[in-house]
């Protein structure tokens, strides 16, 4: 169903720029058709017993306050609580908010939809954990304010995403990576530090520990998990194809200068060099890099970093750069697969209200 999905987004993407259609002729049906696909499953995805108790017991009037879950999110479950005891339609607001908020920043910021199978594909793996998809939802609005260094109204965003989830406050380096101080050697330097980190098997899970207390209980759930140590290189690779792929394609079009002098290339082009970073740290013994907190670097701009190399190619040269079309793509098919492939116990088959049985509960 994952990859049906893709395909019909495909299709409908292919469709608006060959027929030159306004984008929301075709995506406004699709997107209702992907927020209801989300909102109606059942024991699917990442964390459902988690969360789903978490809403049950609020919609019941049996919530006891604890520090898992930020106070942002229980205030909006509380009111979703007023409308519905049902689950599903807190998970319809969660996808209205990732669908609709990414959408339209992302399509404000790059002029273009090419964007929607990458966007897709990268936070699909993440469904079922809906605080950081809401919150991830409301970064993307300060997008334009990192560009414009409005420091005021970035800050302001990532204050309201952390009572979402705390580890929104990350997105601060994104603002720092935007300083003209930054050059991107220093990016290759911290690259080559975590490989270091990596390679001498130091724990940093030891030096983290000491901030225990400013973190508080969440730690627990992340301190001393890791990922298969053979999988690195699969990661790795995977992520340098990602972002070297358009530098082929635009040295090829002779547009690369011209891509690197454009503030959305520089940024997304930065942060997806820091999510390499934090991947080879994630094993050294904080699973949290990887699997919470790179997705504010991959799974935004990824889908950036992708529509502005489509954008430039596509204004130098007057055309549709058809077979670049073909790898964005291919490349999202890709993403897809390869987010499955540890935790699609967790996401196949895909269950409905309609057609999941009662007794089943994903752990």
């Not at 298969?228 to 972002?243: A, C, P």
């Not at 994630?282 to 949290?288: A, K, R, T």
Request: proline share 3%; charged share 10%.
């Amino acid at each position: 169903m994952y990859f049906f999905n893709l395909i019909l987004l495909t299709i409908c993407i292919v469709c608006a720029l060959q027929l030159k259609l306004k984008p929301y002729r075709i995506l406004f049906p699709t997107f209702i058709y992907l927020s209801f696909f989300d909102a109606l499953r059942v024991n699917t995805g990442t964390d459902w017993k988690m969360y789903s108790e978490h809403f049950d017991a609020i919609a019941s009037g049996d919530f006891i306050a604890n520090e898992i879950f930020e106070i942002g999110y229980v205030w909006i479950e509380n009111i979703v609580s007023i409308f519905s005891n049902s689950y599903n339609s807190m998970l319809l607001l969660v996808a209205i908010c990732t669908y609709w908020m990414l959408y339209f920043n992302i399509y404000v910021n790059t002029s273009t939809i090419v964007f929607l199978p990458i966007m897709y594909s990268t936070i699909t793996p993440f469904l079922g954990a809906n605080r950081q998809m809401i919150a991830l939802g409301i970064l993307s609005f300060s997008i334009k304010y990192i560009i414009k260094k409005d420091i005021l109204p970035f800050i302001l965003i990532v204050v309201f995403a952390s009572y979402i989830h705390i580890s929104a406050l990350i997105f601060i380096l994104i603002y720092v990576l935007n300083f003209k101080a930054i050059k991107n050697i220093y990016i290759y330097i911290v690259i080559l530090f975590s490989f270091i980190v990596h390679v001498s098997n130091i724990n940093i899970t030891d030096y983290v520990m000491i901030f225990y207390s400013i973190i508080s209980g969440k730690l627990q759930f992340y301190v001393g998990e890791s990922v298969e140590d053979s999988n690195i290189l699969l990661g790795v690779s995977k992520l340098i194809i990602y972002i070297v792929l358009p530098l082929i394609f635009l040295w090829h079009h002779k547009s690369l200068t011209f891509a690197m002098q454009n503030k959305y290339f520089i940024l997304s082009f930065r942060s997806l060099m820091i999510s390499i970073a934090l991947y080879v740290l994630s094993f050294s013994g904080f699973l949290i890099l990887n699997s919470r907190v790179n997705i504010y670097f991959f799974s935004l701009f990824l889908p950036i970093y992708y529509a502005v190399s489509y954008q430039i190619i596509y204004s130098l040269n007057k055309k549709i750069p058809q077979f670049f079309l073909m790898v964005i793509f291919s490349i999202s098919f890709l993403q897809l697969y390869l987010g499955f492939i540890s935790y699609n116990d967790l996401f196949f088959p895909y269950e409905s209200i309609f057609s999941a049985p009662p007794y089943k509960l994903v752990y």
